[in-house]
C-alpha cells in the first residue's frame, strides 16, 4: 500500500515532534491539506477505511470519493 513518505515533498513532509508516518503539508492548498488529513488517519488505523473516515468526521462515501480523487490506494 502507499505511505505517506511515498509522496513528493510538496505534498507530504514528515514532521520530528509528531508520531511517526504522521506528517503535515508543505504548502497552503486545501489539496495538500486533505491528502495529509487522509494519510495521517489511514496510518493511525492501520488502513481500515471504515475507521479512518470516523476519524476523519466524514461518511465512508465521502472518503472513498476522496480516495478515488487523489489516486489513493490502501
Known amino acids: ?11 507530504y513532509t514528515p ?13 497552503d492548498s486545501m489539496e495538500a491539506y486533505e491528502i495529509t ?6 496510518s493511525k ?4 477505511r471504515r475507521k479512518a473516515a470516523q476519524i476523519l468526521k466524514v461518511s465512508e ?7 478515488k480523487k487523489y489516486n489513493i490506494k490502501t
Open 15 to 27: 514532521s520530528g515532534n509528531v508520531a511517526k508516518g504522521i506528517g503535515v503539508p508543505q504548502d
Open 37 to 42: 488529513a487522509i494519510f495521517n488517519a489511514l
Open 61 to 67: 462515501a465521502t472518503l472513498y470519493r476522496k480516495l
Open 45 to 48: 488505523c492501520d488502513n481500515i
Open 1 to 11: 500500500s502507499i505511505q505517506p513518505e511515498d509522496f513528493p515533498p510538496n505534498i
